[in-house]
């Protein structure tokens, strides 16, 4: 079934808008690294301080670009897995809406007046409509999946005793995570933020407003994950020419990260004050049970692999790895899920570290976690990202793409990813601070503070960004040339389909067909592993605190 005209301009935009968005993010991002290897001793490059610039590289990057992919690839894959027309005045506005939020957001980022990282913690203050426009972003971002729950009761109505297609109950898991976990930070941002920044308050629960957002945060990763799992259970199978080991296995794998990403949080809290250390306890158990999704996903991706390898002629023990399409002209996508895989092999094993109540200590608040977060976010989710958008893209214009080139990309990206992070693991390990402007001091050898010890790892951290760099360069040239080249005649006629794989093993396992049970268990799975945490934290109270600029250490006066 081919999508609707009007829905495929609204995916363009939501593809294409955010990619332009995100070239500073990602120009940002090699600028980083040569602030922290000392290669650049400023305050600001090119008018954008330090600090506007690390906060416009997460906002961008990790909140739009991810948050606009996974809409855009939701509409593709429920219109065309139901067979079914979604509803364009639900797409229309939640674009808007997404749009009007960004642009304001990035606005109050480049004006000055909201550098407070994409974590946005106060008692840094930004300017009021920096927080309306995450509000209107998340809001126009809940829209697609109260449109799509119509459209999805009809199908099962119409189709009694069928299984829900594997891609829907990817797409629908993973929005029912996003709405989960926005509804704390929505409390945070209209309750807290929003007066506090107004002048309405003299001052914000900081001990509150970090715990509402790691509710928050941490799913986040999930949301930004689950899309590239979509693909993992339906596009990989399909272009690796074989079929998907176990049709449970996803299943299981989406219906557990419903129940499993949320309650978990505060394990980035373990150096928090206030919280108990039983509250904290429990909760990196519960980070720790998430291995479990990412465990079968791991097995049965690899079960899948080997069997489209055999498929197409591998033989032997480890021989049939050779046989898998890693440079294919037509099968460039490929390599964008596969190499995902490998470097996210790096990201959950050094995520075992953070989540570890006594080795977390070692590492809080030092490089070692943006080494982390590089693997599993730049890892799978990044080129989840980067190849989903481009195949989508180039289908719905019925554009070519260099296949060749397409499929160096994750290769370049992989190679960069694993030396960028290799330096900052090194780094974390002795010390090194994240988001702190070493150049200016660490890294300065006139400064008094100069760390010689740290430059091995700061500067191998800056040559692998600047591979990633490379990476996104060569990425951008085949999108431009892809959209800038004759539409291809053979396909004119031929409807856009995103690529679906068969099961190998197709079990009927009654406890995965049902979504309510499992969002039932993941709400009462959240009360209970929150309600003592924000009691105390409500009960005990803390100081009020007044907003703050990170270049200015007196308070903002807001009236």
């Not at 990260?257 to 108990?276: E, K, M, T, V």
């Not at 397409?406 to 370049?412: D, E, G, K, R, S």
């Not at 093993?505 to 924000?534: I, K, Q, S």
Request: aromatic share 14%; glycine share 10%; with cysteine.
């Amino acid at each position: 079934m081919e999508l609707q005209k009007n829905l495929q301009r609204i995916i363009l935009a939501e593809l294409l808008v955010p990619l332009a968005l995100f070239i500073f993010g990602a120009y940002h991002g090699v600028l980083q690294t040569m602030y922290l290897s000392g290669v650049v001793r400023a305050n600001s490059v090119a008018g954008i301080d330090y600090y506007q610039g690390l906060t416009a590289h997460g906002v961008i990057n990790a909140l739009v670009l991810t948050t606009f992919f996974a809409v855009a690839l939701g509409y593709v894959i429920v219109s065309q897995a139901l067979k079914s027309k979604l509803s364009e005045a639900g797409a229309t506005i939640s674009l808007v809406l997404m749009l009007g939020g960004a642009v304001l957001a990035a606005a109050m980022i480049f004006a000055g007046k909201a550098s407070v990282l994409y974590t946005f913690y106060p008692p840094l203050m930004a300017h009021p409509l920096f927080y309306v426009g995450l509000v209107l972003f998340v809001v126009g971002s809940w829209v697609p999946l109260w449109t799509w729950i119509p459209v999805y009761v009809r199908w099962r109505k119409e189709h009694p005793g069928q299984k829900t297609p594997m891609g829907v109950v990817g797409i629908f898991s993973t929005f029912i995570v996003w709405q989960m976990a926005t509804l704390p930070v929505a409390a945070e941002v209209i309750l807290q933020l929003i007066p506090w920044s107004l002048g309405w308050t003299t001052g914000v629960n900081v001990m509150l407003s970090r715990t509402l957002f790691w509710f928050f945060g941490h799913p986040l990763v999930y949301f930004w994950l689950l899309p590239t799992y979509v693909m993992y259970y339906t596009v990989l199978p399909k272009i690796s020419g074989g079929k998907l080991f176990s049709d449970f296995a996803g299943r299981f794998t989406f219906m557990g990260l419903i129940l499993l990403s949320c309650p978990l949080g505060l394990h980035h809290q373990f150096a928090d004050p206030g919280i108990s250390t039983t509250n904290k306890g429990i909760q990196g158990v519960l980070t720790l049970l998430v291995v479990i999704p990412s465990l079968m996903t791991a097995f049965t991706i690899a079960a899948t692999l080997e069997y489209s390898s055999r498929k197409r002629g591998g033989k032997g023990l480890f021989g049939w790895w050779s046989k898998l399409p890693y440079f294919e002209a037509d099968s460039w996508l490929f390599p964008y899920l596969f190499c995902g895989l490998v470097i996210f092999i790096a990201g959950g094993i050094t995520g075992i570290v953070n989540a570890s109540y006594a080795l977390n200590n070692v590492i809080h608040n030092t490089s070692w976690v943006p080494a982390h977060f590089h693997l599993t976010v730049g890892g799978p989710i990044f080129l989840g990202i980067l190849g989903g958008s481009l195949y989508i893209i180039s289908g719905l214009l019925k554009k070519p793409v260099a296949g060749k080139m397409a499929a160096l990309v994750p290769y370049v990206w992989m190679i960069g990813t694993f030396t960028f992070s290799t330096g900052l693991f090194m780094g974390g390990l002795k010390g090194v601070p994240r988001r702190t402007n070493l150049g200016l001091t660490y890294m300065n050898p006139t400064s008094p503070m100069y760390r010689p010890d740290w430059f091995l790892a700061a500067h191998l951290g800056m040559i692998g960004g600047s591979i990633m760099g490379l990476a996104v360069l060569i990425f951008f040239i085949v999108l431009i040339r892809s959209l800038l080249a004759k539409a291809d005649p053979a396909l004119a006629n031929v409807p856009f389909v995103f690529p679906t794989s068969e099961p190998l093993h197709d079990e009927d396992v009654p406890a995965v067909r049902n979504f309510a049970p499992w969002v039932l268990a993941g709400c009462l799975l959240c009360a209970a592993a929150y309600y003592l945490p924000l009691h105390d934290i409500i009960k005990n109270g803390s100081s009020a605190a007044p907003g703050f600029r990170p270049d200015n250490p007196t308070a903002v006066k807001t009236n």
